[in-house]
């Protein structure tokens, strides 16, 4: 039997939404640690296989273990899973190479970018007060690459460090797209199926770097690869969960909390200071996605408005 959805309530949500960004922000610890010497399709297969149990055990609790992983898209799941798993990629990849809270900066262009996603792909509609947001949050984001690029031009900064920012924007980009598949996927697919299946498709697809240089972990670098693993799977459960009990308008800002972790962690556990320029880029970036955030979330309740006043009364 189906769990029943339950009735809204704003304080569970945005508690599981502030579990959810504690435990990735501690997946991404850990994925830091160990991505000093193991390659970012070995973190990613770890990430990926050490995080199933723990959905399979989520799912059985909602009561969807029988029902709740049936497809009738598996290809679209295929396509959301290589989408996804190139975004994990670039973005742990990126991880070793850059301070965590540029990392984690960087990527908060990934709200920016799907708005600019769906309206391609979707064909939502995307007015002025979005495009200037998507203007400000891109401009957050080049003040933030900026020192980092000029080794293409001067050989003033390190060249791998110029490497890691492309790649942790190419991470927001992967997965911006990532969430416009999974929009997709939400109308037809269960997300139950959605979670899990993500899980199935990047172990998979993570095992055919096996050629690439994979490495044997030492004791403290698998430590630190199935607890990244754990921990991703209960912040997914903890993602999910905040979706369920309220609108993504209300939880979706607490996302930003994460930068606050980012950038404690990576002064007090790697030593990493933040420019004054980064977080100049960074407040750009916050400030746009809470104008989009709250922007859809305004959408939202007109939209709901205007339905009521098109039932027909009596």
Same mark, same amino acid.
Not at 17 to 31: D, E, N, W
Not at 100 to 111: G, T
């Given at each position: 039997?189906?769990?029943?959805?339950?009735?809204?309530?704003?304080?569970?949500?945005?508690?599981?939404?502030?579990?959810?960004?504690?435990?990735?922000?501690?997946?991404?610890?850990?994925?830091?640690?160990?991505?000093?010497?193991?390659?970012?399709?070995?973190?990613?297969?770890?990430?990926?296989?050490?995080?199933?149990?723990?959905?399979?055990?989520?799912?059985?609790?909602?009561?969807?273990?029988?029902?709740?992983?049936?497809?009738?898209?598996?290809?679209?799941?295929?396509?959301?899973?290589?989408?996804?798993?190139?975004?994990?990629?670039?973005?742990?990849?990126?991880?070793?190479?850059?301070?965590?809270?540029?990392?984690?900066?960087?990527?908060?262009?990934?709200?920016?970018?799907?708005?600019?996603?769906?309206?391609?792909?979707?064909?939502?509609?995307?007015?002025?007060?979005?495009?200037?947001?998507?203007?400000?949050?891109?401009?957050?984001?080049?003040?933030?690459? &900026?020192? =980092?690029?000029? $080794?293409? /031009?001067?050989? *003033?900064?390190?060249? +791998?460090?110029? %490497?890691?920012?492309? #790649?942790?924007?190419?991470?927001?980009?992967?997965?911006?797209?990532?969430?416009?598949?999974?929009?997709?996927?939400?109308?037809?697919?269960?997300?139950?199926?959605?979670?899990?299946?993500?899980?199935?498709?990047?172990?998979?697809?993570?095992?055919?770097?096996?050629?690439?240089?994979?490495?044997?972990?030492?004791?403290?670098?698998?430590?630190?690869?199935?607890?990244?693993?754990?921990?991703?799977?209960?912040?997914?459960?903890?993602?999910?969960? &905040?979706? =369920?009990?309220? $609108?993504? /308008?209300?939880? *979706?800002?607490?996302? +930003?909390?994460? %930068?606050?972790?980012? #950038?404690?962690?990576?002064?007090?556990?790697?030593?990493?200071?933040?420019?004054?320029?980064?977080?100049?880029?960074?407040?750009?970036?916050?400030?746009?996605?809470?104008?989009?955030?709250?922007?859809?979330?305004?959408?939202?309740?007109?939209?709901?408005?205007?339905?009521?006043?098109?039932?027909?009364?009596?």
């Amino acid at each position: 039997m189906v769990t029943p959805a339950p009735k809204p309530n704003t304080a569970v949500a945005i508690l599981s939404k502030l579990g959810a960004v504690f435990f990735f922000m501690a997946m991404a610890t850990l994925i830091k640690i160990a991505s000093v010497r193991v390659p970012p399709g070995e973190t990613v297969f770890f990430r990926s296989f050490f995080g199933l149990p723990i959905i399979l055990g989520w799912i059985a609790l909602r009561g969807e273990l029988r029902t709740g992983l049936k497809t009738d898209n598996p290809l679209g799941h295929f396509w959301r899973g290589l989408v996804g798993v190139t975004a994990m990629s670039m973005g742990f990849a990126a991880l070793g190479l850059l301070p965590l809270s540029e990392v984690k900066a960087i990527q908060y262009a990934q709200p920016v970018l799907v708005v600019i996603f769906a309206a391609m792909f979707l064909g939502e509609k995307v007015r002025a007060f979005r495009l200037t947001a998507v203007a400000l949050g891109m401009v957050g984001v080049l003040i933030i690459m &900026s020192p =980092r690029l000029t $080794a293409f /031009s001067d050989g *003033a900064t390190d060249p +791998y460090l110029a %490497i890691g920012a492309i #790649l942790a924007f190419g991470s927001a980009v992967m997965a911006g797209l990532a969430h416009v598949f999974v929009r997709k996927l939400t109308m037809s697919e269960p997300t139950s199926a959605i979670v899990f299946w993500f899980a199935v498709t990047a172990s998979s697809l993570s095992i055919l770097t096996l050629p690439f240089g994979w490495v044997w972990p030492t004791g403290p670098e698998a430590a630190a690869l199935i607890g990244a693993g754990l921990c991703g799977g209960i912040g997914q459960i903890f993602l999910t969960s &905040s979706y =369920r009990y309220a $609108a993504a /308008s209300v939880v *979706a800002p607490f996302e +930003y909390f994460s %930068i606050l972790l980012a #950038l404690g962690i990576g002064y007090f556990v790697f030593a990493e200071v933040p420019t004054g320029v980064m977080l100049i880029g960074i407040a750009l970036i916050v400030c746009a996605g809470i104008l989009i955030i709250w922007r859809e979330g305004k959408l939202g309740k007109d939209r709901k408005q205007a339905r009521k006043a098109m039932t027909p009364q009596g």
